[in-house]
T-cell receptor, first 110, second 114 residues
Framework: DQQVKQNSPSLSVQEGRISILNCDYTNSMFDYFLWYKKYPAEGPTFLISISSIKDKNEDGRFTVFLNKSAKHLSLHIVPSQPGDSAVYFCAASGHNDMRFGAGTRLTVKP | DAGVIQSPRHEVTEMGQEVTLRCKPISGHDYLFWYRQTMMRGLELLIYFNNNVPIDDSGMPEDRFSAKMPNASFSTLKIQPSEPRDSAVYFC????????????FGEGSRLTVL
């Protein structure tokens, strides 16, 4: 039962362009959403989050958008840099539960 | 400040053998989580502890899996007997105050069962 889905297993973009990673969830009880970034041979690290009372949160080149009615969130990276190449996990949490998506592998080409 | 420390980083074993993975959470963190990462399912929560007490083990796949947290600075995940389908990367994570906020992950233990 995948409550959090990242339907694109991979994404490739050119350096300097925008990267958009998408995430869908099914459980309306989730009220806090996070993105984690994972490099090879390392553990995931927290990147950015958003509460359900907001529809946008920005931190430098990273912006997360939340559409509660559609149960959809997205992570925008602009401009994309080669160092952003990693696997990105979406997570949704609420009521003592946190679920992760399967991840999207982002490749930023120089 | 040391992060979450896991050992071993890599483990190769034969089917039927016992495997023990270890984790030291960040000092002062009340929550400890064990996750398994696979290509098909991404990051799956296996079990989590609050103040050393197991709270939710519904993600533990079978009775072959067990986890303990004898004190605030140490936890183990044991698989006995191991099977090839258990091959995955196992992550330990800790959190300061809540299940639902930011988690701090270790570097993972890559398990290969032949």
């Amino acid at each position: 039962d995948q409550q959090v889905k990242q339907n694109s297993p991979s994404l490739s973009v050119q350096e300097g362009r925008i990267s958009i990673l998408n995430c869908d969830y099914t459980n309306s009880m989730f009220d806090y959403f996070l993105w984690y970034k994972k490099y090879p041979a390392e553990g995931p690290t927290f990147l950015i989050s958003i509460s359900s009372i907001k529809d946008k949160n920005e931190d430098g080149r990273f912006t997360v958008f939340l559409n509660k009615s559609a149960k959809h969130l997205s992570l925008h990276i602009v401009p994309s840099q080669p160092g952003d190449s990693a696997v990105y996990f979406c997570a949704a949490s609420g009521h003592n539960d946190m679920r992760f998506g399967a991840g999207t592998r982002l490749t930023v080409k120089p | 400040d040391a992060g979450v420390i896991q050992s071993p980083r890599h483990e190769v074993t034969e089917m039927g053998q016992e495997v023990t993975l270890r984790c030291k959470p960040i000092s002062g963190h009340d929550y400890l989580f064990w996750y398994r990462q696979t290509m098909m399912r991404g990051l799956e929560l296996l079990i989590y502890f609050n103040n050393n007490v197991p709270i939710d083990d519904s993600g533990m796949p079978e009775d072959r899996f067990s986890a303990k947290m004898p004190n605030a600075s140490f936890s183990t995940l044991k698989i006995q007997p191991s099977e090839p389908r258990d091959s995955a990367v196992y992550f330990c994570a800790s959190s300061a105050r809540t299940v639902t906020g930011e988690l701090f992950f270790g570097e993972g233990s890559r398990l290969t069962v032949l």
